[in-house]
């Protein structure tokens, strides 16, 4: 019997292996710790830029303070200027003293209040709660000037009635017990204008003392006379 020739086929092959691949770990390893540093230096820019800022907004509230108090020393300076002027017109006869506080309200609501900003919210609150005490401060020195010309206005008017009534006592017939209740009716006056009781009280006595002594030398006088 022929026999066929097998050829290649025939003949045992040996099967090949599946190649197995090698993964550097080293390699991952390094990318891994490369983010992990480009991570952290974004995270150090944000904190610097972080830094930065705080710095630059403490730097920006310190200016804001610093113009705050030279806004508060020009505000005072400024109400200082209204009061003087203020006394000054008192003094001299241009303006009654019973306008003086209406002129001093007048003249405020004329200026422009001063502004500042990029102050914090609790700085602000006290710059402006101190705008309002120097405003009121300021009122009430008008006022003490105010009662001072008031005090002025009273002795004045005062001394004019005992020289008034002195005249009168000095008339023949004089009513010397009446002109003289005619000026004690100045002592509780006085207490209610804020004029020192007391010395208007030693004055009262002291025109009736006068008056007595002059009434006195009058009919001694008229006695010789007759």
């Known amino acids: ?5 097998m050829g290649e086929f025939g003949q045992s092959r040996a099967v090949p292996r599946p190649s197995t691949t090698r993964i550097d770990n080293s390699a991952s390893g390094r ?6 540093n480009a991570g952290q230096a974004l995270g150090n820019v ?11 907004d403490a ?9 705050s108090v030279n806004a508060l020393s020009e505000n005072e300076v400024q109400t200082n200027g209204i009061v003087a002027g203020i006394e000054s017109q008192i003094a001299d006869g241009s303006l009654d003293w019973r306008s003086a506080v209406e ?6 609501n004329e200026r ?5 900003t990029g102050l914090p919210p609790d700085r602000l609150e006290a710059f402006n709660g101190a705008l309002k005490m120097r405003r009121q401060a300021g009122r009430d020195a008008v006022q003490r000037v105010a009662d001072g010309a008031r005090r002025v206005e009273f002795r004045g008017q005062f001394d004019t009635a005992l020289d008034i009534l002195g005249k009168l006592a000095g008339e023949p017939g004089a009513d010397i017990a009446s002109l003289q209740r005619r000026a004690e009716q100045f002592v509780p006056l006085a207490q209610s204008a804020g004029v020192d009781e007391a010395t208007i009280a030693a004055k009262v006595q002291g025109f009736k003392d006068k008056t007595w002594e002059n009434q006195a030398k009058t009919r001694a006088i008229a006695a010789r006379n007759d």
Do not use: H, S, W
Not at 1 to 5: D, G, L, R, V
Not at 59 to 67: T, V, Y
Not at 112 to 116: G, I, K, L
């Open 103 to 108: 002129r001093y309200d007048a003249v405020q």
């Open 59 to 67: 730097e920006g509230q310190a200016l804001a303070i610093a113009k």
């Open 31 to 36: 990318i891994g710790q490369a983010y992990q």
């Open 112 to 116: 422009e209040a001063p502004v500042t």
């Open 46 to 56: 944000a904190n610097d830029f972080a830094r930065m800022q705080a710095a630059r």
């Open 1 to 5: 019997m022929a026999t066929i020739p």
